[in-house]
């Protein structure tokens, strides 16, 4: 990021917008315990090398209180504090983030690309998020079409991308969002058909590359701040929170 461009956000005064003084510099996360729409921004994080701390949302009145002292712009989390900023909305977030620890390619068309990918990436993390929340007579049709498009429609796409681009990365030659972002859709959908990789050699090698990174093979070791799948019984939970 420039010197103008650093400026400019450094000066923002966007009402309620102003974080209040958390003490250790380190972001902070605040939404409930488990993935939704917080996970990529924690793997993007957690790729970069950076720690971060979390608030969770354990019940109605905590969103609440959020949404009353104007610390959500759109009434809605995600919402993470960082820079003096508390932002909003998973793709700005995770824009922010990519752009500040340098993983968001080198130039306007490398750029591009990532946010082209992503927003694939995006269409089925959608699909794969929303499953662990569907009633039991649902989920069997929910399924068969998910797999269907990862395995038809998004995984042939960027098998496709690795073998035209012939690198270790997605774009350019450095490890970026689109990556740590396709890993994560990989392991998802991994959880639910575990041979889901079976026709993408690229993919599969892909996987074992990335998973090696120092601070993303940290991430996925127990203990981490990976959150795990939400389980059947912490369903009414969350609904309750946000409904």
Known sequence: MNVYCANLLSSLQIPGNQARGNMSGKPRLHYFNGRGRMEPIR????????????????????????????????????????????????????????????????????????DMYVEGMFDLNELLM??????????????????????????????????DHGKDFLVGNQLSRADVQLLEIILMAEECKPDTLAKFPLLQSFKARISNIPPI????????????????EEVPKVIKIFY
């Open 43 to 114: 793997w993007l994080l957690a790729a970069a090398g950076v720690e971060f701390e979390e608030s969770y949302l354990e019940k109605k009145e905590d969103l609440t209180k959020l949404q009353k002292d104007g610390s959500l712009l759109f009434q809605q989390v995600p919402m993470v504090e960082i820079d003096g900023m508390k932002l909003v909305q998973t793709r700005a977030i995770a824009n922010y983030i990519a752009t500040k620890y340098n993983l968001y390619g080198k130039d306007m068309k490398e750029r591009a690309l990532i």
């Open 130 to 163: 929303k499953y662990g929340y569907l009633p039991a007579d649902k989920k069997e049709e929910h399924f068969a079409n998910m797999m269907d498009k990862a395995e038809n429609r998004y995984f042939p796409v960027f098998e496709k991308v690795l073998k």
């Open 217 to 232: 093979k940290k991430f996925l070791q127990p203990g981490s701040q990976r959150k795990p799948l939400i389980r059947e």
